[in-house]
């Protein structure tokens, strides 16, 4: 036989799975490599996935022959994050109707969110920060890559809506 000009085609394929779990999807790469000679599949960092080293699919190396037909499988599960709740009260000041449990979500879950009330107190929303920050909404996309704590932001009553039924004395 006589190597092929340029190399033989051959693909790795990366498998990450599917929010939902029921299966995967694809991501294909081509290379070129020399025939009868023995090549590896990198291990990529994909943001949100983990590359599942117990995966019985995984196919890491292989020799590429003749014919194109070599294709190297890589699977990667879809990571788990917490989403922490602060309810930025210390206590001080109105009470407040429930404190929210962690929650978890997978990476590009759509995210729910506890409505919560404080006595005397508008409900802002949850925020990335105890002060400013960006507001998260339900229905967002949880894209980050690590655990994040969610902080509750009120809006103090007005002085003049507190006394607006002043005690005749």
Do not use: C, M
């Not at 890589?74 to 929210?100: C, H, Q, V, W």
Request: proline share 4%; net charge negative.
């Amino acid at each position: 036989w006589k190597p092929v000009e340029g190399g033989v085609d051959y693909k790795v394929i990366y498998y990450t799975e599917k929010l939902d779990g029921t299966g995967f999807d694809e991501d294909i790469e081509r290379h070129k490599g020399e025939t009868s000679s023995t090549v590896n599949a990198e291990k990529k960092e994909i943001p949100g996935f983990t590359f599942d080293e117990n995966n019985a699919n995984n196919k890491t190396s292989g020799v590429v022959d003749g014919n194109g037909n070599l294709e190297l499988k890589l699977y990667y599960t879809r990571n788990t994050y917490k989403i922490t709740f602060d309810t930025n009260d210390s206590g001080k000041s109105g009470a407040i109707n429930e404190d929210p449990d962690e929650r978890s979500f997978k990476y590009g879950a759509t995210i729910t969110l506890p409505e919560i009330t404080k006595t005397g107190y508008k409900f802002l929303g949850w925020f990335t920060k105890a002060t400013e920050g960006e507001q998260v909404n339900a229905g967002d996309v949880y894209n980050n890559t690590n655990n994040i704590t969610l902080y509750a932001q009120w809006n103090a009553p007005e002085a003049s809506a507190l006394n607006a039924n002043p005690t005749k004395l």
